[in-house]
């Protein structure tokens, strides 16, 4: 009870008044702050838990049950014999986290990335109302080809918030090689810890299936992302035009 009290009183010093989730959600949210202000960049190494338990003083029980779950939703990572490390987008396992189209035969290979376009523009309604901006606020819009041995698979338009992104420019993506949510996350420190996802099956257009040598009226899945960075804030929306033949998307339920 005593521990209980003391988390809590921990919490409302940060702002968060009384709480009522079970004391590893207390301890949790609290490193996932400290995630969001910047305390441990990604691919640092956080504090021992004896460290983190005598901080908030707490059982050290406690705080591998809150590390137990942000290892599991991918903000931290546990390394056998080193440590809790801040997870990042530039770890090998962590770029196809994202990407969900894969292979029907052999294994997944990385994709090149070919960007088309890079501008600033005034957000349309639909995209200000999934980024929580108002209409006609900046974004960023993107247009890339994503490309599997040398032929195109998926065609991603990108909207980011332009306030957060200044300075993303054409120039900047085209000497960039690496994942593009490692260059949000180490240039713009923005990292995307979780995306909602709608998918739907569409024809091609005339623009569509010129950039992904189809016919027009092909069939594509569309994949239409919002993802979001610490706290809930929507920070990219996506759509994703993906051809099928010989590739199909693949999720795991658990």
Not at 32 to 52: A, H, Y
Not at 63 to 81: M, N, P, S, T, Y
Not at 125 to 138: M, P, Q, V, Y
Not at 139 to 160: M, N
């Amino acid at each position: 009870m005593a521990e209980a009290q003391r988390s809590a009183d921990a919490v409302a010093r940060r702002g968060k008044g009384a709480v009522f989730a079970p004391l590893y959600k207390q301890i949790k949210q609290l490193l996932v702050e400290g995630l969001d202000q910047g305390e441990w960049k990604p691919g640092e190494l956080i504090p021992s838990e004896f460290e983190l338990a005598a901080r908030f003083q707490v059982s050290q029980g406690t705080v591998r049950k809150a590390i137990d779950e942000l290892a599991a939703e991918h903000l931290l990572v546990r390394r056998q014999g080193k440590g809790t490390f801040v997870a990042t987008h530039h770890e090998p396992r962590a770029q196809f986290r994202f990407l969900r189209i894969v292979p029907d035969e052999g294994e997944v290979v990385p994709a090149q990335s070919r960007f088309l376009e890079c501008r600033r523009q005034r957000a349309a309604a639909d995209i200000a109302r999934s980024l929580d901006l108002k209409t006609g606020d900046a974004v960023v819009f993107i247009r890339r080809l994503l490309l599997f041995d040398g032929t195109p698979i998926v065609l991603d338009d990108i909207w980011l918030p332009g306030a957060m992104f200044k300075g993303l420019t054409a120039d900047r993506l085209a000497e960039y090689h690496g994942p593009l949510y490692g260059l949000f996350e180490t240039e713009f420190g923005t990292r995307m810890i979780r995306a909602d996802e709608r998918l739907r099956a569409v024809a091609a257009d005339a623009t569509e299936a010129e950039l992904l040598r189809l016919k027009p009226g092909a069939p594509l899945l569309l994949v239409e992302r919002v993802s979001y960075t610490y706290g809930e804030r929507p920070v990219e929306v996506r759509r994703g035009f993906c051809v099928t033949t010989g590739y199909h998307y693949r999720n795991t339920l658990t």
